[in-house]
């Protein structure tokens, strides 16, 4: 299965210091999936990496073929996930805005039927949790459905180096258990999605929302 990682952060300014916090925690993310999930083929989605138009223009916007073609490989990627893991700092009791603005360019046609996990975390003491309640309507709006359990990462710079590696003091063993009851419910979720729309094509069942709003209207 495929699974793609999304860091939603991509401000380098301090404070709080150190910057891209998330950078570490992602890293740990990746290194828990290599470890346990060996089977899984895992890519990160960095942000930084999708530096996006000022004025605003989603994928699904572009006539076929011609979207920017950074634009266009994420949006096969997403198409090809089989799962998401969704890695945010909050900001004012919110998501990252960057991470909505990338998420936002793409059709839920490419996300839906297809689960998520949200990971959050700060440099103080609540971990992003805030961020998270936010973060489970914009994923179901999407159409990939958050898994009960979350990741939530205080004090972030205290647990994780820069490469994602454990802090002096920190038990790698008891954080990667922490991850996995969210990842394994990922995983378990993941499979069981991708097994039935072998069977039965979710879009053949639903027709998805196009061109008109009019196309959610009640009668």
Not at 58 to 80: N, T, W
Request: aromatic letters at 12%; one cysteine or more.
């Amino acid at each position: 299965m495929k699974i793609l990682v999304f860091l939603g952060t991509v401000r380098d300014s301090t404070p709080p210091k150190p910057a891209r916090l998330g950078v570490r925690v992602a890293n740990a993310c990746m290194e828990c999936f290599r470890i346990d999930y060996s089977q899984l083929d895992v890519e990160l989605i960095d942000a930084l990496d999708y530096p996006l138009d000022t004025v605003f223009k989603p994928h699904f916007a572009y006539s076929k073929g011609r979207a920017p073609e950074q634009l266009d490989e994420l949006a096969q990627k997403i198409a090809k996930a089989d799962g998401f893991v969704m890695i945010s700092p909050e900001y004012n009791h919110t998501m990252s805005p960057v991470l909505a603005n990338l998420l936002n360019h793409f059709g839920s046609s490419l996300f839906s039927y297809k689960p998520s996990a949200i990971v959050t975390y700060s440099a103080g003491q609540w971990g992003g949790m805030r961020a998270a309640v936010g973060m489970r309507t914009f994923l179901a709006e999407l159409g990939c459905l958050s898994v009960s359990a979350m990741v939530h990462v205080p004090n972030a710079q205290q647990v994780f180096t820069e490469d994602g590696a454990m802090q002096v003091g920190e038990s790698q063993t008891d954080w990667f258990t922490y991850f996995g009851r969210t990842f394994k419910q990922l995983t378990w979720w993941a499979a069981a999605t991708q097994k039935y729309r072998e069977e039965v094509d979710p879009h053949t069942m639903l027709k998805g929302f196009k061109m008109d709003p009019k196309q959610r209207n009640a009668p």
